[in-house]
T-cell receptor, first 114, second 114 residues
Framework: KAGVTQTPRYLIKTRGQQVTLSCSPI?????VSWYQQTPGQGLQFLFE???????NKGNFPGRFSGRQFSNSRSEMNVSTLELGDSALYLC?????????????FGSGTRLTVV | AQSVTQLGSHVSVSEGALVLLRCNYS??????LFWYVQYPNQGLQLLLK??????LVKGINGFEAEFKKSETSFHLTKPSAHMSDAAEYFC????????????FGKGTTLSVSS
């Protein structure tokens, strides 16, 4: 079956702009999580959505937001971009609390802010 | 609060040698522990996870890890390294078996020489 699909793969934005990243989970998966990966801070949890509701949230400013649609696809938005937002953004999906396979990660969207 | 510490940001081994990647955790509740691998320009792939069923966990590609509560450790091992094992490895802790809201270590880059 198809894996977790993230679009676009690469993105270049200017400081102050906003950006929207998309994630299509594995068919049947209802939980979607987002992570930010940077060389300095490593992998950090952003938020998790299940059935269109945010269930968990990491320690990020309000400029970072997300949503999930009825088909489980998810988007995350970053407003007023800063240079420090340059990172690889990873999405992961799971069939709720899948005790066997857990979360499957996509290949990520690499965002560069100039 | 939960945290993960990976000892050694870079480990180098020869092909055929033992691989040992160290991970120590801190958790106020019984932890669920995970090892992920990341190849360049790709997302994360789950190698194995500890969910309290057995202290010695076998994963994919010949990797295994042993949960030692007394040492708060979950070190990853492989008896014989292969060139294809060269990648970055992340240890992570979560509040549930699926791996929701993972807290990651800083990662260990494994280099394998011929």
């Amino acid at each position: 079956k198809a894996g977790v699909t993230q679009t676009p793969r690469y993105l270049i934005k200017t400081r102050g702009q906003q950006v929207t990243l998309s994630c299509s989970p594995i068919s049947g998966h209802r939980s979607v999580s987002w992570y930010q990966q940077t060389p300095g801070q490593g992998l950090q949890f952003l938020f998790e959505y299940f059935s269109e509701t945010q269930r968990n949230k990491g320690n990020f400013p309000g400029r970072f937001s997300g949503r999930q649609f009825s088909n489980s696809r998810s988007e995350m938005n970053v407003s007023t971009l800063e240079l420090g937002d340059s990172a690889l953004y990873l999405c992961a999906s799971s069939h709720n609390t899948d005790r066997v396979y857990g979360y499957t990660f996509g290949s990520g969207t690499r965002l560069t802010v100039v | 609060a939960q945290s993960v510490t990976q000892l050694g940001s870079h480990v180098s081994v020869s092909e055929g040698a033992l691989v040992l990647l160290r991970c120590n955790y801190s958790s106020s509740v019984p932890p669920y522990l995970f090892w992920y691998v990341q190849y360049p320009n790709q997302g994360l792939q789950l190698l194995l996870k500890y969910t309290s069923a057995a202290t010695l966990v076998k994963g994919i590609n010949g990797f295994e890890a042993e949960f030692k509560k007394s040492e708060t450790s979950f070190h990853l091992t492989k008896p014989s390294a292969h060139m294809s094992d060269a990648a970055e490895y992340f240890c992570a802790v979560s509040v549930d078996q699926a791996g929701t809201a993972l807290i990651f270590g800083k990662g260990t880059t494994l280099s394998v020489s011929s």
